[in-house]
Each structure stands twice: as C-alpha cells, then as structure tokens.
C-alpha cells in the first residue's frame, strides 16, 4: 500500500510535475479549440453539399466519409508525419496533428450533421422557400439550427471523442498533456505524473460525458 | 509522379516487407477479435446487473463507466504499460492494450445497453413475467434482444472505433500492423510499407463501414 501511494500518489513528485503538466494541458486544450471547430465546419460543409443531391459530388463525398471512418487516425498521423516527407511535404508535428485530426472528425460530424438534416421534415423546407427564403438562407436558419438540435448527443459525443484524439499527438512528440505526462513520469521513475494527467483529463472531459449521458436518455426515451 | 509511385506504391518494397506485414495485420485481426468479444460480453453483463438497481454495484458501474469513457485510451494503455511495473506487475503490450481497449469497449456497451433497456416499454417485462418466465429469462430472452437492437447502430459505431483503436498497442510494443509497417519504413527509408498497411486496415475496416451504413438507412428513425 505504501509502495502504492509512493509510486502512483506521491505528492511530492505531484507538485514538481505540475507546471509542465499544465503546459501541456494548454496545448492540448489549444489543440482541442483547432480541432475541434475545423472539424464540424469541415462537417457542415460536407453535408450541405450532400444536400444538393448532385450525384458524382454524393459518391465522392460518401468515399470521402466512409474511407476516412475506416482510417486509424494514428495511421494517418504517422503516414502524414513520416511517409509524406518522402514526396517533400514536410510538416511540423503540429500542421501533421490538425491534418490528420481533421480529416478524420470531419468525416464524422459529416455523419452526424448529415442525420440532423434529414431528420427535419421536407415540408420545412418547402414552407421556408415560400415564404421567399433562398436555398442557402433556408438552410441556414431554418433547417441546420433543428437539425443541430436533433442530432446534439451525437455531436457532443463527436467532440468528447475529438478532444481525446489529441493524445494521439504524443506519439509524433507534440508536447501535450499526454506526452508531458510520459516524459515526466521518465524522468521521475514515478507513475504519479501519469496519473495527475489522468485527473486533468477527467476534470476537463467528465463534466461532458455527464452530460451526454444524460441528454442521450432524454432523446432514446422520446424514440422508444 | 514516378517520385510518388518509388515513394508509395514501390512493389519491390512492400514485397519484401510483405511477410512482417501479413504477421502484423494477423496480430491486429486477433486483437480485434479479443477485444471485441470481451468487451461485449463484460458490457451486457454490467448493463444487466445495472438492472438490478442495487445503490452499491450501480454507483460502481456509473463511475467505471464515465471515467473509461472519460480518458483517452491511448492514456490508460500508457499507464498500465508504463506505470505497473512500477508495482512489480510486468503485463505486455498485448495483454495492456487487450484489457484496457476491452475495459473502453464495455464502458460504451454497458452505457448503451442499459439506455436501450430503460427505453423499452415497462409493459414489455410485465408482460413476460406474467406469461411465466422468470426475471432472468424476462431479461435475456426478452428485453436484451431487444434493447441491443434499439442501439445496434451507434455499437457498430463503436466497434469500429475499437477495431481502429487497436493500432494504439503499437505504441506499447506490440508487432501489430501499424508496428510493422513503421519499423519497415524505417529500414527501407520508403513510405510503401506504410501504404500497403493502410490499404490492410482499410480491408479489416471497410465491410465494417459498410454495414453500419446499410444499418443506418434500414433503422433510420422516421418523423
């Protein structure tokens, strides 16, 4: 137990540790707010377009989806990192993390947005369109903000699920939350700093899976 | 373009390496297969002992659930590898990120099945036990079945999630095929190896996809 407490709980190690620990959750939180927004933008677009209903753009967007759900993102982060210098495109850790990140998430907030869209009934759009909206007016105030609503569990679980990802990046040596952590527990001979990072993370992302639980009740009681 | 073709389809290359990267995709499918398995069945067998509505074993099963859902995987695989032998456990690679994906898995399962049980109609389980069957009969033959199918569509999800967070064991260790494929793009300094293991997990992961698409659009919820 004491054996325990020293190696995993150490105070001591706790409060030495802490200041690197918290530059790395500010990358990772930096990261996070890049991330994240690029991603459900890049989410809305896809949708929207899938929207207009243009055949060859669906299938290319569909391949777009599909292929990138079926992607590991550590295998696309090491194949940007690694494999694309070998055709010169160098990128920094950084611009490799965001790439790879944002592909991936794009294609499921694409998903998820794509379900809200269709889950607002036709007759909406119709009724916006005679009351002399545009299409991309229609769109935008009347359909995206029910669809947002529709489908909010999923697109929350999307965003918890994203700010996760970002401790792929250690794995490309970026110096977030999980890299810091990992680094200090080396240097220490000591899990402690593992574990403090783990409490961040619970500190930063426990309050959302609160909530999506709870929302997520809310929405398959009114299914059932 | 020949610089692309020497650089990520140089079939010299992914032929030499062919045989590590058969090995890898092997111990990714094995893995796959393990994790998913456990993972479910430890899922359904919270989500059904949730039912029991004991305060105790419920507070327990809420807080494994939120703190695994909570944490990158990634971190829990680097904690157990990184931090147990400090207590003079040694697991490997193998068994750290089979557990702990497992562990992820049934924290997802369990969450979904219990929403989908609490979301069936009471009258569904009055109706069973008053036809004779006993509470764990009502419970396996009748309500599991169908609550699994109420949330059939976001567990695909999440298995292709799991299946894809296999290639994190490489950063514990494992040969699995992201492994393989970068120690064979650091020996022959050729990004292939990396294609073709790409094109490996795109083979494991696609009929995956795809189901869960075709899934969608036949349970997809009408207004």
Redesign the interface.
């Known amino acids: 137990m004491e054996n325990f407490l020293f190696q995993f709980l150490n105070v001591e190690i706790a409060k030495t540790v802490l200041p690197q620990l918290l530059i790395g959750l500010k990358t990772t939180l930096i990261l996070s707010f890049i991330v994240v927004p690029l991603g459900v933008l890049g989410g809305i677009v896809i949708s929207v377009l899938q929207d207009l209903r243009i055949r060859p753009l669906n299938m290319l967007l569909v391949t777009y989806i599909d292929f990138f759900r079926a992607f590991p993102p550590l295998v696309l982060l090491i194949f940007i990192y690694y494999g694309l210098p070998f055709l010169g495109f160098e990128t920094s850790s950084m611009q490799a993390v965001v790439l790879a990140l944002v592909f991936n998430t794009s294609a499921y907030f694409a998903e998820v947005v794509r379900a809200g869209i269709e889950s607002v009934p036709r007759g909406q759009v119709e009724a916006a369109r005679a009351t002399g909206l545009g299409t991309a007016q229609t769109m935008r105030w009347v359909v995206l903000p029910q669809a947002v609503r529709n489908v909010l569990p999923d697109l929350m679980s999307n965003v918890l699920e994203s700010i996760k990802l970002t401790s792929i990046a250690s794995v490309v040596t970026m110096p977030e939350l999980l890299r810091m952590a990992r680094v200090a527990q080396g240097n220490m001979f000591n899990t402690t700093p593992l574990i403090l990072a783990a409490l961040m993370y619970l500190a930063l992302l426990w309050p959302l899976v609160r909530l999506i639980t709870t929302i997520e009740r809310r929405s398959l009681k009114a299914r059932g | 373009m020949n610089?692309?073709l020497q650089?990520?389809f140089n079939l010299n290359v992914i032929l030499t390496y062919l045989p590590d990267l058969w090995k890898g995709l092997v111990v990714t499918v094995e893995l796959s297969v393990l994790v998913v398995i456990t993972g479910f069945a430890i899922g359904i067998g919270l989500a059904l002992l949730r039912t029991l509505e004991n305060r105790v074993i419920n507070t327990f099963i809420v807080l494994y659930a939120?703190?695994l859902?909570?944490?990158?995987?990634?971190?829990l695989i680097?904690?157990g590898f990184?931090?147990l032998p400090?207590?003079g456990l040694k697991p490997s690679g193998f068994g750290t990120a089979w557990t702990v994906l497992a562990m992820v898995l049934s924290a997802f399962t369990e969450?979904l099945v219990f929403?989908?049980i609490?979301?069936?109609?009471k009258g569904q389980s009055e109706a069973a036990r008053a036809s004779g069957l006993t509470r764990w009969q009502v419970l396996i033959y009748v309500v599991l079945p169908q609550a699994i199918r109420?949330?059939i569509a976001p567990l695909t999800s999440r298995t292709?999630?799991t299946v894809?967070?296999?290639?994190?064991a490489?950063?514990v260790a494992v040969p699995d095929l992201?492994a393989e494929?970068?120690a064979a793009?650091g020996y022959s300094?050729?990004?292939s190896p990396?294609?073709a293991?790409?094109l490996g997990?795109?083979l494991i992961?696609?009929p995956?996809?795809?189901f869960s698409?075709r899934l969608?659009s036949r349970l997809?919820?009408t207004?």
């Open positions: 610089d692309l650089a990520f939120d703190i859902r909570a944490l990158p995987p990634l971190m680097v904690v990184f931090g400090y207590l969450e929403a989908g609490n979301a069936l109609p109420l949330v292709i999630a894809k967070n296999t290639s994190l490489s950063v992201l494929a970068s793009l300094s050729n990004a990396l294609f293991a790409a997990y795109l992961l696609f995956l996809v795809i698409r969608e997809r919820w207004h």
